[in-house]
């Protein structure tokens, strides 16, 4: 008999979302100076939920001056055992709070509210945690004796983790004595002017945090500004290249975190249901807008047919449809422009000889959608092996030999991240030791944690978030 989940939607009411939104600065909300404002919506409904100011150079200016002011007024003058009070506080207020954050995150951006609840928000407060506890460490943490902040941090991050993103800079930012010029992603900016009303709550020192709402050309004023010390962006390789041209030749210290096409390599001898949740949630977590997707399935030849196979039996019963629903496991894609980007490459490879398959399931009729999508007959030339999708479609190529599997694996430009599944722990020490990324998951896969250091090389970027190796790009060492 077939039988349906019963809708269980999160209710909206824990979360009040204001008419206007203004900019973060010196502790206070204000409009941009030129009125400037722009709109953001709900990407399953296209219902606007907002309008937010939009931050022009005279925005970005008084910005970075009250992030210098509190860098010399309080900051970094302040012992690192009561910098650790405010993000312990931060910390609590965001798990107090942890319902409100997640209902908007899942409302603005279009993830499931089961990702936002139990990873976003959770992950986010576990970060301001760890680094409270470095805040008072940091003569131990291996850069010497008394390592000094950078100075002002300017900080730029994307739209598929917004309340993360924002956790993954501000918090070691702040644990290491810096102050912060904030920008987040045009189409995801409430959670991070939510966050802004907690840095308030907890008295954080007005100006140690601002928040300045905008679009690419906000960000860019910000990499440009004089007065910045640090610029940390997380983003497209793409823009990423920019922003290193931007910073050359400039005193400024520079981190970026950019795209991947990690291979997901799955062996025979894996334990082959685990792999296949391992796909899933390397490709289908937060609808593949994810940098370290495992978004190239790699499988030994001999097990191909057998792990497609079951692979596309639990495909089958993923649900999409209403973030807010908690039995939802693909959500929303997060803007239109995303969603014809998906659309493109999906399309480019059928045009390759790629065969693609969906399973049966309805869109609705608003919003931006794309169902859960395998390419199989995918040979690396094609442009779904080669580029960043950042979306739920799964390329799969096959090898034999683990040579191949490595050949296979390192043929791209990227070097984030990468999954492999085998019952071998020697094997899987041999693969980690000749895989070029920066994370290599092993029987798992989207694994994050704020002692871990996380970040690629060549083109997905340099420097680490996380762990000791995280703190080191925030201090002058
Ligand atoms: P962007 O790199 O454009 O956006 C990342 C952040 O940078 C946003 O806050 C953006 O602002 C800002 N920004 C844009 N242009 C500039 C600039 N010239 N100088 C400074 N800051 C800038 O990514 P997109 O949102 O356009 O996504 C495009 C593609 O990038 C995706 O399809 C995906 O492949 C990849 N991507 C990778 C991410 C990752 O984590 N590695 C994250 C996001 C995207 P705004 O959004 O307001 O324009």
Redesign the pocket.
């Known amino acids: 008999m077939a039988w349906d989940y019963a809708p269980a939607p999160e209710s909206r009411d824990i979360v009040s979302i204001q008419r206007e939104y203004g900019l973060f600065i010196d502790g206070q909300f204000q409009p941009a100076a030129d009125g400037a404002k722009f709109a953001t919506v709900n990407p399953a409904t296209e219902e606007p939920l907002a309008v937010v100011a939009d931050a022009g150079i005279t925005d970005v200016d008084r910005a970075v001056r009250a992030a210098r002011a509190a860098l010399d007024r309080v900051w970094r003058r302040m012992p690192g055992r009561e910098r650790a009070k405010y993000l312990y506080r931060i910390a609590r207020i965001l798990q107090e709070r942890a319902r409100e954050f997640a209902v908007l995150e899942s409302l603005d951006n279009g993830k499931p509210i089961r990702e936002s609840r139990d990873v976003d928000v959770p992950l986010a407060a576990a970060h301001f945690f760890y680094h409270a506890g470095w805040a008072d460490k940091l003569e131990y943490a291996g850069f010497g004796q008394a390592p000094r902040p950078i100075g002002v941090a300017g900080q ?6 917004p309340l993360l ?1 924002a956790a993954w800079k501000l918090a070691p930012a702040l644990a290491a004595g810096n102050t912060c010029v904030l ?6 900016p409430l959670s991070a002017l939510l966050l802004a009303e907690v840095c308030r709550q907890a008295d954080l020192p007005s100006g140690v945090v601002n928040v300045i ?11 440009t500004h004089p007065d910045i010390d640090k610029i940390a ?8 290249k ?2 290193r041209r ?1 910073v050359a030749g400039t005193p400024k210290r520079l981190t970026l ?4 096409k990690a291979a997901n390599v799955v062996f025979a001898d894996a334990p082959l249901d685990q792999a296949v949740e391992g796909i899933v949630n390397g490709i289908f977590f937060n609808q593949g ?4 997707a495992g978004s190239r399935l790699l499988v030994q030849e001999s097990a191909a047919d057998l792990v497609v196979d079951r692979l596309k039996r639990r495909i089958d019963t993923l649900r999409l449809g209403d973030p807010l629903d908690k039995n939802t496991d693909i959500g929303a894609i ?2 239109a ?2 969603l014809d ?2 659309r493109t490459l999906s399309a480019a490879g059928e045009a390759d000889g790629g065969v693609r398959w969906s399973p049966q399931c309805r869109l609705p009729e608003r919003g931006y959608w794309f169902p859960p999508t395998v390419f199989t007959g995918v040979s690396q030339s094609h442009r779904i092996a080669r ?5 739920p479609v799964l390329s799969v190529l096959t090898f034999r030999t683990p040579e191949e599997a490595i050949t296979k694996a390192n043929n791209t430009p990227y070097g ?1 991240s990468a999954g492999v599944w085998t019952e071998k722990g020697s094997r899987i020490l041999w693969m980690a030791q000749r895989l070029r990324s920066g994370v290599v998951w092993a029987n798992t896969y989207n694994r994050f944690d704020p002692a871990s250091p996380f970040g690629g090389y060549r083109e ?2 340099f420097g680490r978030e996380g762990g000791r190796h995280g703190l080191e790009a925030y201090l002058d060492v």
């Open positions: 730029i991050i994307p739209w598929n983790f993103m920008k987040p992603a045009a189409t995801t709402t905008g679009e690419g050309d906000t960000g860019a004023k910000l990499v962006f997380t983003g497209s390789t793409e823009v990423g920019e922003i931007a975190e950019l795209g991947g807008h994810v940098c370290c997060n803007s422009q995303q980007k998906i580029e960043e999708i950042f979306g984030l997905s970027g």
